[in-house]
């Protein structure tokens, strides 16, 4: 699935600020997530049950839990994909599937369904028409629309490259591109920084900040690697014991719930600077709790690194390096 504009959308500049403002105003009467009482069954068997929480319009949020835990799921069931067994959900104040192309999506595996021959400008331009060569007229705005997106990833200039042309973190932003064509006013992204080198999801985690901040855009991410988001995380939705929860940051990092959640000691640690990273401690088991699922050393690798944000040194890096790669 693509993001699709929105139905009467505006020009970018005007419609994002409008939007941001509408955000602002409807916060507390329409959350961007509501589920309630909700149960998810695949092939039979309970994925996850008892979800009930409620996620704010323009908050960054990370999806977490084991392998398996059914965080994908969670996607599934908030595009309306997959159908509760019990309880209900609300997306952007309807019901799952009803406001998708309100709805920007980047899948985990967005290559997989993509002709990698398929170029940069092309395939932004899918994220609209539905169709590789565009047998849907595209008009003079979308194509505005496209170069605008492609522009905000730092794509601008290489519209004609093929997408098998681009490093992962370029072509990871190929696919955030044409995700941002239709003026989503939420933004789901699944593990959007698997396999990219340091530099590159540094760079995108940069997008992501500039996306909440200067659109307001809610977004959500699923991902283990912790760390690197911190720096814009308000919240997550953590998978625990087969029930899905949301708090906000202040209560997600508490090494208790994180060492139960990946079955290894986590621990926070705080740096005389300020900065805030969870790492895994490999001398302590976890006593009496854990779900066993999780691996240490996967847990270490998940944990490992640590995000310096503040001076943009590492972005620009970033940037340079992918420019190279390309
Ligand atoms: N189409 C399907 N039919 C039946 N079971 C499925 C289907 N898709 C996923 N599952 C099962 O649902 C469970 C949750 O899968 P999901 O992909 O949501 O987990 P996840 O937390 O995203 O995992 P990972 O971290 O490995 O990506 C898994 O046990 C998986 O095998």
Redesign the pocket.
């Known amino acids: 699935m693509t993001a699709h504009n929105a139905p009467g959308a505006a020009r970018r500049g005007g419609a994002i600020v409008k939007n941001a403002d509408a955000i602002v105003e409807n916060a507390d009467a329409q959350p961007c997530i509501e589920l309630r009482d909700a149960t998810v069954e ?2 039979g ?1 309970v ?1 996850w049950s008892n979800g009930t929480f409620t996620i704010p319009r323009g908050t960054v949020t990370a999806i977490v ?12 069931v908030e595009l309306g994909l997959l159908e509760l067994s019990r309880g209900s959900v609300r997306v952007l104040g309807a019901p799952a599937g009803a406001n998708n192309r309100r709805i920007g999506y980047v899948p ?1 595996n967005y290559m997989d369904d993509l002709d990698s021959n398929v170029t940069v400008g092309q395939s932004v331009l899918l994220g609209m028409t539905g169709t590789r060569f565009g047998l849907r007229r595209v008009t003079r705005e979308q194509r505005a629309d496209a170069a605008e997106a492609i522009e905000f990833v730092g794509l601008a200039g290489k519209e004609r490259m093929r997408l098998s042309e681009l490093s992962g973190g370029l072509r990871q932003r190929a696919a955030i591109a044409q995700a941002l064509v239709g003026h989503p006013e939420l933004l789901l992204l ?2 959007p920084l698997a396999n990219l080198d340091l530099a590159s999801q540094n760079a995108m985690v940069e997008l992501f900040a500039r996306l909440n901040r200067e659109w307001g855009m809610t977004i959500q991410i ?1 991902s ?1 690697d912790l760390n690197m988001l911190l720096p814009i995380l308000t919240g997550a939705v953590y ?1 625990l014991d087969g029930h899905p929860h949301y708090s906000g940051m202040s209560d997600v990092l508490d090494s208790d719930l994180l060492t139960h959640l990946y079955g290894t000691r986590i621990e926070i640690v705080t740096t005389p600077q300020g900065d805030m990273f969870v790492t895994p401690n490999p001398a302590v088991e976890p006593e009496g709790h854990g779900t066993g699922t999780l691996a240490a050393d996967e847990a270490a690798s998940f944990f490992r690194r640590h995000y310096r944000d503040g001076n943009g040194t590492d972005r620009a890096d970033g940037a340079a390096r992918e420019e190279r790669q390309a």
């Open positions: 695949r092939g068997h994925i839990g084991a392998n398996g835990a059914g965080k994908t799921t969670l996607i599934d985990q699944d593990e699923v283990h998978l």
